[in-house]
């Protein structure tokens, strides 16, 4: 009796990974495959440029990082582009989904203008975007000039002090919708018995939304920001279009750098390492989020 049962125990215990076995095979050769080879280049010499100076160099690679004036620089750049970007995109989201969740005339007509930028690929972004910022026949500098925010129209992307904002101020819009779509279905599944309730007990409309809303709200919050942060970090195209990484590196985000060092220089092993480097951090984080989001959803 206790074979049996112990049997059908295992029975039970394996037989859902027999069903899943081709998707964790497929998950495995598509990811994790590439994903270990990927970490192993980080340990060994591969330039291109000097094809007979290859092998396995240890730690050299993350050595050499350490001292890296430009992989700092980039990384410093990274924090500011993914933290501008993620805050601008959050608050707009929440603004639009708060805004597209109530009744108002041509409510479908201005939720599809929303998510339009979701649909637009990022290479046609980029461009268009470069183009407003152009000082010779893009209108944002003119604009800013004529508001006195600029002492004349010149070229914002070729300034170091700015030139950042250029790619950050094309990604929130890029990314706005993302922040609507999530939030806005979010918003939907709150019981609207909670709101009727809370009137009736006199409370006003910011004490819904601190009550009510923020924490129905707050495990979709950690979770979006979450995989939207590990994105943006990732998100290359629209400063390598606009900028390519200038002037003087200041617009070099990690995720760019490791695309110039591996295709343009050619040095695989080191891109491979910061590469190594950028997916530590972003696991650090999504770590520490992930047991924000388990503390929030306990309170």
């Known amino acids: 009796m206790f074979r049996a ?34 970490i192993s280049y980080s340990f060994q010499a591969i330039d291109l ?41 959050f608050l707009l989201g929440l603004g639009l989904a708060l805004l597209l969740n109530t009744q108002f005339h041509g409510k479908k007509l201005f939720q599809a203008l929303v998510f ?64 609507a779509i999530t939030l806005l279905a979010a918003l939907q599944s709150i019981p609207s018995e909670l709101y009727e309730a809370a009137e009736i007990d006199g409370a006003t409309s910011w004490q ?22 590990i994105w943006i970090a990732n998100f290359a195209d629209l400063i390598f279009v606009m ?13 760019s750098y490791i695309f110039t060092t591996a295709f343009r220089k050619l040095d695989f092993g080191y891109a491979s390492a910061v590469a190594v480097a950028l997916l530590l951090l972003l696991l650090v984080y999504a770590v520490v989020l992930l047991w924000l989001r388990k503390k929030l959803v306990r309170i």
Not at 137 to 155: K, Q, T
Request: aromatic residues 18%; charged residues 5%.
């Open 5 to 38: 049962r112990r049997s059908l125990y295992l029975q039970y215990l394996v037989e859902p990974f027999v069903y899943l076995s081709p998707a964790i095979v497929l998950i495995g050769v598509v990811m994790l495959i590439p994903l270990i080879i990927g």
């Open 49 to 89: 440029l000097r094809p007979f100076n290859t092998g396995w160099i240890g730690f050299a690679n993350y050595l050499a990082l350490w001292s890296d004036r430009k992989f700092w620089i980039a990384l410093e750049n990274t924090f500011t582009w993914t933290f501008w970007s993620i805050t601008f995109q």
């Open 116 to 179: 339009l930028p979701w649909a637009v690929p990022t290479f046609l972004s980029a461009l268009t975007w470069a183009w407003l910022f152009n000082p010779v026949i893009g209108p944002l500098p003119h604009w800013l000039a004529a508001l006195g925010i600029l002492s004349e129209p010149y070229n914002i992307l070729g300034d170091p002090a700015l030139a950042m904002w250029g790619p950050i101020v094309a990604n929130i819009w890029f990314g706005v919708p993302f922040f």
């Open 208 to 229: 819904c939304f601190t009550k009510i809303t923020l924490p129905f709200l707050a495990p979709m919050i950690a979770i979006t920001v979450m995989l939207r942060t």
């Open 243 to 255: 900028t390519g990484g200038g002037p003087a590196n200041s617009t070099h985000i990690v995720s």
